[in-house]
Structures are given as C-alpha cells and as structure tokens.
DNA sequence: GATGAATGAGATTTCATTCAT
DNA sequence: TATGAATGAAATCTCATTCAT
C-alpha cells in the first residue's frame, strides 16, 4: 500500500539523520556551535535547509542529540577498550583509553571544550555535562583507591584534570602535540 | 565647541573604556562571546552603544584588547607573585601563582577557555593565545630543567595541561571545587 | 498494477476527498486558513501530505472545493427547510432558515467570516462570495416586497446586515449567545 | 550632553512608531494580519524591517497597540461624538455615533473583523476584544431600557448585531453600500 | 566625547509543494 | 491510489554597525 516500502522510508531517514549529524560534529567541532549557522549544516550535509527540522526540533536539539549519542559511543567504546588489558591497573587502563577516545572522536571532544563554558548553551544540553562528569570521576576516584591512594578524591580530581587539560592541549594542535610522550608520564606519575 | 579641557576628556574616555572592557570581560566570562551582544555590553557598562566604536573599531577589536589587557595583567601579577616567594622551588611558585592568578581573574579564564577551541574568534585573536602559550610551555620548562627533570619538555607539556585542566574545572564551579587541596596535591607530585 | 477494481478505487478516492474536506473545514473554522497548515489537515483527515495533492491542485483549491460544495448544501439545506414551512411569511421563513442552517454549519460560517475580510484569499475564491451574497439579498428584497415592504432595497440590506450580525455573534460564543430569543426578536421587528 | 536632544529623539521615535502603526493597519485592513509580512509593513512605512522590533516586541504585540491604540481612539470619539447630540435619543445617537466612525476609520473595521475568527490571533489580544463587545453591549442595553424596551438585553443583542452587519457589509463594499439609508431605516426600527 | 535611533544582512524556522516509489 | 521524505522560498526576528547631532 506504501508507495516506497517502510524499510526504504526508514533508510531514507538514518541516513538522513546521520549525514546531518555528522557534518553538524564536525562543523561544530572545528568553528563552534554559535558560530556555525543551520544552513552551513544542511550544505556540508548535502541535504535541504529544511529538512533538519524534519529530524529534530531545531539547533538545540540537534546539539542534544549529538551529544546523546557521542556520550553513548564514548562510553560504550571505553568499556569495550577497557576491558581489554587486564595486564595493566586500572588507573592506567582509564588514562591510557581515555587519551586513545580522544584521538578518534577529535570533533566531539572539541564542540565539548568548546561549549562547556557557555551557559547558554550548557543549558540546551540538560545536565548530560555535569552527569557524565561526576560519572567519571567517580570512575577514577574508585580505581585510585583500590590502587592505594591515601587521598582519593583529591587525587581523582587531580588525575581528571590532567587528563581533560593533555585532551585539550591535543585537541587544539593535534599534529604538534607529543601526545604519546606525555600520556607515558602521566602513567608514570600516577601508576 | 567642548568646555571640557584637554585633560578631562582623557580622563572620561579612559573611564569609558575601562567600563566597557569590565562589562565586556564579565559577559563574555558568563554567557561566551557569540552569544553576548555589544547592546548588553553597553547596557552592563552603562553607556550608549554606539561609544563602543569610538573606543574600538568592532566586537573583535573588543574582544582583542579585552585578551591584550588581561595577558599583560596576567603576566605582571605574575612576575610580582612569584617574584616574592624565593622560599619555593620554580615549579612550585609556578604552579601556585597560576592557580591563584585564576581565583582573582576567573571571567577572563573562562573567556580564554570558552573561546580557545573556536576557529572563527581565534582569527579574531591573531596569535596571541599561541605565543602566550608558547611562552608558558617555555617558562615551565625552564623551571623544570632546574629541578632536574629528565625530560623537561614533556613534563613542561604534562605540567601545562594539568595546571590548564586543574584551572578550568576550578572556573567551572568554584564554589564546589577542592582548589587548595588539588593545588598542594599537584604542587606535590611535580617537586 | 493495481488489483483494486476501478469502481473499488473511485470509493477509496471519494472518500480520502471526503476526509480531507472535513478536516480542512474544521480546522480553517477554528484557526483560519492562513494560520492552519497542509501538514495539520493531513494529519486530522488521517491521510498523507502529498494526498491532498493528487485531489486539490493546491490549498487555494481546497478552499474553493470547500466553499463550492458548502454553498451547494446550504442553498440545497435552505430550499428544502423553507419550502416546508407554508404557515410562516416568506420573511420569516428565510430568517429562521438561515439562522438555523448556522446552528449546523458553524465551522462553515466561521470559515466564511474569517476570510472574507482577506483581499488575497477572497481573490483565490473568484466571485463565488460576492455572487452568493447578491443572490441572497435578492432574495431577501423579492421576500420583503412581498411583504409590502416601501423600500425593499434598503430593507433587504439592512435585513440581510443583521442576519449576518446575528450569525457571527453566535458563532463568536454558540455557548452563550440567546440566538433563539434574538431570533425571535428580529422576526418580529421585520414581520 | 546627548548629541541629539532628549526632545529630538522623542520626535523620532514617536514619528517612527505611528508610521509603524499606520502602514500595519492600512495592510493588515486589506489583506488580514496573517497575510500581511513585517516586510511589507516596514516598506510601506518606508523604515527598514528592524526597526518594527525597537517600537515592538514582534508582529503580535504590533497587532496589540493596534488595537489599544484603536480602542482608546474610537472610544474617545464615540464619547464626543454622542454627547453632542441632545436632540436624538440614546439609542439613535449610539447607532448614529457608530455607523460615523466605521465610515471614519474602516481600515481597523476591516481589520477588527478580520481577526475576531482567529483562535490564534484572537489569544494575542488577550481579553481586548471580547471585553470592548461586552461593554458596548452593555451599553446598548442601557440605553434600550431607557427607551423602554420591554427586553432589554436581548434587544440590545439585536441591535448589536445589526449595527455590526451592517458595519461589516459597507466595509466590505464602501463605495456601493447605502450606508445612509441602512442608517436611517436601523434607527426607524429601533426608536 | 557621547548618544541612541536607525539600518540591513543574516540567523533560525515554517510550510506549501514535489517526487520517487 | 497513496505515501512521506525532501525541497527551498519566504517568514519572523536579532544584532553588529552607522550616523546625525
């Protein structure tokens, strides 16, 4: 009775959807969310102005949803990675997996840092910021005490914020920055 | 035509600019550059629009000197900050002048950090933000040479990154963020 | 292709141009034909955007369908009712006709006064309006001469204004407005 | 101290803001509000489009000091005009009064009738509208009690409602309507 | 030196319409 | 016949900037 099959229909869209994700990443990323307008998506998308409103309510919502679901990739990818060493301690496993995630998913990583300062556009995001932060150092709070640290919760606040500021500093200068070097001294500092 | 001498409207234009870059640091701080218009900074400094293009030739010129004034303040308190405390090792004078330096100037580092991953407004920037970071990675590195570092620059690049992470989550949420206690943790592992 | 019968396919099609009508009158009745979009017809009749097409050459074209086959069921409505009734003047008659046929037709009659105040949408109905109104008030001037009236003319006119007046009042507020009482009222006063 | 005189900006935008007003109510009289584009308004008026949104907040709150502004005016006039006529009863004098100013100002007649089908617009104007009707049907009321109307309220309905017919038929056609001898033959009827 | 009314380019968003199936 | 994803023109609105005084 459906002229094109729901099967097609339901291509057409992700593929849709995902086009218009991935230039709005990667846009985003490289110029910052105020900064890049609806129209530069849809262009690099290769799809309609229009049509983004036909996938989500509007920027905002668009930025929500790339958010969900690199959160999600993320997350899912460091357990995956991980899982995977069991010959190193935790606290190296998190440093050294969480320094690789940010290598393959520079864009996020940068629309991250880039929007994490602004209010406004914090708002948009709900608490998905703040949440997935207080996840993870919690993560790290865990395994720095099984790996003996007397103090815990500074030392999970501190390891946090050497990871998020080597992040950074990469993501700004990805082909200059010695990022193996450095994430070897932090193992090595830590361990 | 103007009753006003010489002298006096120096002084008023000097009042008007410092007004207006204070409004401008403060908003650009909170809500990010984009999303801050030149109409609010007036309205927050308490003069007409329009005389801000007396004083600079757009938002960006603004935004310029805005980073030009905050560097140089920056880099003064800190020459005098770490000039006083001859009882400290470099790194630990580094380290606790920054952190200090980023409770007394948090609206320009949240501006800093808000702005850093944006393309568009780095342009604006010329290459200010690079040299300066240039120079700090520098000064770091120097410093830890003298400690005795086996590999100065990467644990100049490491020491960099933790001190920006360590500032940024501070700016974050001040109110709630363990700065003293991660200060004397950082200042620890890098003696 | 197709393994429906053709007269199987003129009941599905008659239908789906029965829906669409309906909901198109109902809603251009409650918000008014600008403010009411393709989209939201298509959904209320339970049909497909791209549907409406393949029975109107656009919405301009549903308007006129509307008012075409809405001004044939009320002439139809009111030859039949006045014709009933031989005990009443003809003056009376076609007052209690119309004022009952609004009763029934509301969201036609809102339709009606809320587009006829609009240059562009009166122009898209061709003179169907214009055309409809001369008929009635020749109507109503053959009726009140009838009736013996002087000057039939301005009577018909001003007969036909507070029919016209009636009706919209009732259709503003059909909860509260005493249309039976009024009715009388004006029966009385034209008698 | 201000460059242009307090007294020469109040000049400006009050100049500003009636031919605002005026362009609006000319186009949303002849085309209805929601045909009409702030475009076209602002070109009318000869300003540029941003402008509108210095004197207003948007398009609807244009539509409400319309309005307002309407409402004061033919309030004002319509009290003028009836007390100046002791010769003629209370209620000749209001019909009279009324069937003057829709001759005197049809554009927001036209415009008033245009909308009061809207759910949408109607909702801008907050409880304008339907509290100006009940007032005037109250004062209808009163005045038909005086006359010694045996009932009162559902007269004063009548007469409303054919003042408003009639109203509505000579803006829709002004040039052609016998607006004058509708007028006399209302009053005869209703003496 | 300072003001603020005015401008107009460009942003986000809506929606009538097309078209492959 | 019917579907609904996709289009793109046009709408409302924002805002950096200009300019007469």
Excluded at 129 to 149: C, F, N, V, Y
Aim: glycine share 6%; hydrophobic share 45%; charged share 20%.
């Amino acid at each position: 009775m459906s002229p094109r099959s729901d099967q097609q229909n339901e291509v057409l869209r992700t593929e849709s959807r995902a086009r218009i994700i991935a230039a709005a990443l990667r846009l985003f990323g490289s110029q910052g969310y105020e900064a890049t307008s609806v129209r530069a998506i849809a262009e690099a998308a290769g799809v309609a102005q229009g049509l983004m409103y036909r996938h989500f309510s509007g920027k905002e919502a668009l930025l929500q949803a790339i958010f969900a679901q690199s959160i999600a990739d993320v997350r899912e990818s460091f357990a995956i990675a991980a899982a995977g060493r069991p010959d190193q301690s935790p606290v190296e496993r998190i440093v050294r997996t969480a320094l690789a995630l940010v290598q393959e998913r520079r864009d996020f990583w940068r629309l991250s840092y880039g929007v994490r300062m602004q209010a406004s556009v914090l708002r948009a995001l709900g608490g998905a910021l703040p949440d997935w932060t207080a996840e993870i150092r919690a993560t790290l709070e865990q395994a720095l005490r099984a790996s003996g640290s007397a103090q815990p919760t500074v030392d999970a606040a501190l390891l946090f914020a050497s990871i998020d500021g080597v992040a950074q500093h990469y993501v700004l200068d990805p082909k200059g920055y010695p990022l193996q070097a450095v994430t070897e001294a932090l193992v090595a500092r830590f361990k």
